[in-house]
């Protein structure tokens, strides 16, 4: 049974700085992976899809990498700012017609 | 993509009554699940809204108090019945785009009192 984690569970960060996020998973085979940002009270917000034969995946300041073999993605964050506040939680898919498996986030503050 | 528009937004109910949450999607879409995310915790299955057919629960939920409908493959509604202070989360629709992404609505908060 497929099962994610992440570390650290809070972050907290002073503004500008570069941070790295992890989500390990326990079977190399998945479908695809998927990181999002949650705002307290709200819903999931798609940061970024990385599929099953890709390495990584980019989008602004966000790069969210892949590494099946070892059971492990990151979510690197440049310059970060204090809008980037909020509980980033990375998901994986075990096949396609499955459900996702939550981790349960990594809680980031970046302060001004 | 996918845009998923929930209602209500957020509510306050008496113990023992029931709210129906609704889901409604852009799009034709397959896949269509319900999430409950209790307070300072990570995201719960509840179920797969099937359609045209009986939805598909997780382990720890039953028909009986969450019961759900799909008339299409753009709606579907989560009822969350006979309501307890423990049943007070953020009730979350998602579903599946073409490409393998999953995207949610921006949440039901329900608070029993």
């Known amino acids: 049974k497929q099962e994610v984690t992440q570390i650290p569970a809070a972050l907290s960060v002073p503004e500008g700085e570069n941070l790295v996020l992890n989500c390990s998973f326990t079977?190399?085979?998945?479908?695809?992976l998927q990181w999002f940002r949650q705002d307290p009270g709200k819903g999931l917000t798609s940061l970024l899809l990385?599929?099953?034969?890709?390495r990584e995946q980019t989008s602004g300041r966000l790069n969210a990498s892949l590494d099946k073999s070892s059971g492990r993605s990151t979510l690197y964050i440049a310059a970060s700012q204090p809008g980037d506040s909020a509980t980033y939680l990375c998901?994986?898919?075990?096949?396609?017609?499955?459900?996702?498996?939550f981790g349960p986030g990594t809680r980031l503050s970046v302060l001004p | 993509s996918a845009v998923i528009s929930q209602k209500p937004s957020r509510d306050i109910c008496q113990r023992g009554t029931s709210l129906t949450i609704q889901c409604q999607v852009d799009?034709?879409?397959?896949?269509m699940f319900w999430y409950r995310q209790q307070p300072g915790q990570s995201l719960t299955l509840i179920a797969t809204?099937?359609?045209?057919?009986?939805?598909?629960?997780e382990s720890g939920f039953v028909i009986d108090k969450f019961p759900i409908s799909r008339p299409n493959l753009t709606f579907s509604t989560l009822t969350v019945s006979n309501m307890s202070p423990e049943d007070s989360s953020i009730y979350l629709c998602?579903?599946?785009?073409?490409?393998?992404?999953?995207?949610f609505g921006e949440g039901s908060r329900l608070t029993v009192l």
């Open positions: 998602s579903v599946i785009a073409a490409n393998g992404e999953l995207f």
């Open positions: 079977d190399s085979a998945i479908y695809n």
């Open positions: 990385i599929q099953s034969s890709q």
């Open positions: 998901a994986v898919r075990p096949q396609e017609g499955q459900n996702f498996v």
């Open positions: 799009s034709q879409v397959t896949m």
């Open positions: 809204a099937n359609q045209g057919s009986e939805a598909t629960y």
